[in-house]
């Protein structure tokens, strides 16, 4: 996706949807937006508006199509044994594609996506081709040894020196190792799933 429409989307739904929106460039282009706009008034969304746009803001985040995104919420919904928000968002989180991109591997879940179809990743040994495969406590996902040269990893104690993994994550950038030590808390202030599965049970 260009990084116009993403600069538009980002405005819409909110910075944290896009990586390429948490940059100084987004922020000076969002301040000329708001200038060229000033004189002009917001539509107030209604209910139903602010939870379509909460749903849209989660999907564009993860890149999850609408299909694959029923399919969380229906079984969010019908887990037991905590509550359907917070089941969500271990759904979302446990996607191997997130899991590279929190690792601190790659800059973006896009990214994460292909190096991940590209044959880059392995999971407890294998190499996983599947971006929506969903990792479990224990695994151990790596960088493939044929692809450890490749310049997508290089230098990466360097790059990932002030970088901290999610507590329920450990990564060794010698190695380019991680583990899986838990289970994902959402502590993401950015996105209200319960909004989202408000929408969804209209």
């Known amino acids: 996706m260009k990084a116009v429409k993403k600069y538009k989307m980002g405005r819409r739904l909110g910075a944290g949807v896009f990586e390429k929106c948490q940059t100084q460039k987004f922020v000076m282009s969002e301040a000329r937006h708001a200038k060229n706009k000033k004189n002009k008034r917001p539509k107030p969304l209604s209910a139903y508006g602010l939870q379509f746009l909460e749903k849209q803001k989660v999907r564009f985040m993860y890149g999850i199509s609408e299909t694959q995104f029923g399919n969380f919420i229906k079984e969010a919904t019908l887990h037991k044994g905590e509550p359907a928000s917070e ?13 590279v991109y929190r690792l601190g591997l790659v800059p973006t879940r896009r990214l994460a996506r292909q190096i991940v179809s590209h044959g880059h990743i392995c999971v407890n040994g294998k190499k996983m081709t599947v971006a929506s ?27 990932l020196k002030d970088y901290n993994c999610p507590n329920w ?20 202030g950015f996105i209200d799933l319960a909004t989202v599965l408000e929408f969804y049970s209209r």
Do not use: C, H, W
Not at 87 to 99: A, G, I, S
Not at 135 to 157: C, H, Q, T, W, Y
């Open 87 to 99: 089941y969500l968002f271990e759904l979302f989180e446990r996607r191997l594609d997130n899991v």
């Open 133 to 159: 495969y969903r990792v479990n406590p224990g695994d151990i996902v790596s960088v493939r040894e044929g692809s450890k040269k490749s310049v997508l990893f290089a230098d990466m104690v360097k790059r």
């Open 169 to 188: 994550l450990k990564f060794n950038a010698e190695t380019l190792t991680g583990t899986i030590q838990g289970k994902p808390n959402n502590t993401e």
